[in-house]
């Protein structure tokens, strides 16, 4: 309907797709172990969810372990980002009318 009629297309990806898989990669990058070492204080936002765990450890502070559903969510996430690029999928009603920008909404709300 509305959308199939406004949807921006870059080659055989449509605007949709190609949000999707920067949202993974934004994803990911903010929720992986990534460290950039000492030099890079301003960075240390991105250091994963076990650090900020061992940094500011508390009574209620959950078992690292409690954590790895993250990276189960992650896999998802990316399975995913992959499937809908391909060409079975990256038309279909279901991923430019269903789930069309609510991935990105998705994976910004997570950041907050």
């Known amino acids: 309907a509305f959308l199939q009629s406004t949807m921006i297309s870059v080659g055989p990806f449509s605007l949709f797709n190609i949000l999707n898989v920067v949202a993974f990669l934004i994803s990911w990058a903010l929720n992986s172990e990534v460290d950039l070492g000492p030099e890079h204080e301003f960075?240390?936002?991105?250091?994963?969810?076990?650090?900020?765990?061992?940094?500011?450890?508390?009574i209620v502070t959950p078992a690292g372990t409690?954590?790895?559903?993250?990276?189960?969510v992650l896999l998802f996430q990316g399975i995913f980002a992959v499937a809908q690029l391909l060409p079975n999928y990256r038309n279909s009603p279901l991923v430019q009318e269903g789930v069309s920008f609510w991935f990105l909404v998705s994976i910004i709300g997570q950041l907050f």
């Open 66 to 72: 409690t954590f790895l559903i993250a990276h189960f």
């Open 43 to 58: 960075w240390n936002f991105l250091n994963g969810m076990r650090e900020l765990g061992r940094r500011y450890e508390s």
